[in-house]
């Protein structure tokens, strides 16, 4: 999967201008890095799990962040499931910084 969905990024730019969307993009991605340890404590409650994956997903593809969205989606899938989600919480993160260095990279 890649990294990011450029035609989601060039529409919700041209709506909202670069400067909003990279204000946006930079304010989900921070509320995200928290984010491994609250699905961390959640592990003993997969709806819950499932429930906070499902939202951050959310906020993932609105901004074109595909892969993001691909391992939140992925969080969802195998808590609902009742599958150990502790591998794909565990690289949260560098999907998080790879996500905003491509960003970065295709807005400079």
Avoid at 59 to 77: M, N, P, Q, Y
Avoid at 79 to 85: E, I, L, S, V
Wanted: charged share 25%.
């Amino acid at each position: 999967m890649d990294l990011l969905d450029t035609s989601v990024i060039d529409d919700v730019r041209d709506a909202l201008g670069d400067d909003a969307y990279l204000g946006f993009v930079r304010r989900m991605l921070s509320e995200m890095r928290g984010l491994g340890p609250v699905l961390t404590g959640l592990q003993g409650d997969p709806e819950a799990l499932a429930q906070a994956a499902h939202r951050a997903a959310g906020s993932a593809v609105s901004v074109g962040a595909s892969g993001l969205h691909g391992r939140l989606k992925a969080i969802e899938d195998s808590a609902r499931a009742g599958g150990d989600c502790s591998a794909l919480v565990g690289g949260l993160d560098a999907e998080i910084d790879a996500t905003e260095a491509a960003i970065g990279a295709l807005l400079a």
